[in-house]
């Protein structure tokens, strides 16, 4: 069975920063795509950012110049930097991930529960 569990949310000030985290565990064989989505109340559920196995990145529009996706292959974990952060960034963060749970399987997407992140004075 496979985990994925966020961490990093909180309440932060217009202009500030936070970093989110997620982790990876249980059967895990490879990982590929990993991404940051967000959804805020009302709205559906967007893409923030994402990173292949490979390191190659994408960024919605929104956020660009702003929130910086790495990984950790070694340790199953994607992180999101955030900065200048903004009340249009509230929303509750999810993590994703492809994975895949023994060889040549093509691997599945599996998503955390979420983390809430508050941008306000």
């Known amino acids: 069975q496979v985990q994925l569990v966020e961490s990093g949310g909180g309440l932060v000030q217009p202009g500030g920063s936070l970093r989110l985290s997620c982790a990876a565990s249980?059967?895990?064989?490879?990982?590929?795509?990993m991404g940051w989505y967000r959804q805020a109340p009302g709205k559906l559920r967007e893409l923030v950012a994402g990173?292949?196995?490979?390191?190659?990145?994408n960024y919605a529009d929104s956020v660009k110049g702003r929130f910086t996706i790495s990984r950790d292959n070694a340790k199953n974990t994607v992180n999101l930097q955030m900065n200048s952060l903004k009340p249009e960034d509230t929303a509750v963060y999810y993590c994703?991930?492809?994975?895949?749970?023994?060889?040549?399987?093509?691997?599945?997407?599996?998503w955390g529960k979420g983390t809430l992140v508050t941008v306000s004075s």
């Open positions: 994703s991930a492809n994975i895949a749970t023994r060889p040549l399987h093509s691997g599945m997407d599996y």
């Open positions: 249980g059967t895990i064989f490879s990982i590929g795509r």
């Open positions: 990173i292949t196995a490979g390191g190659t990145t």
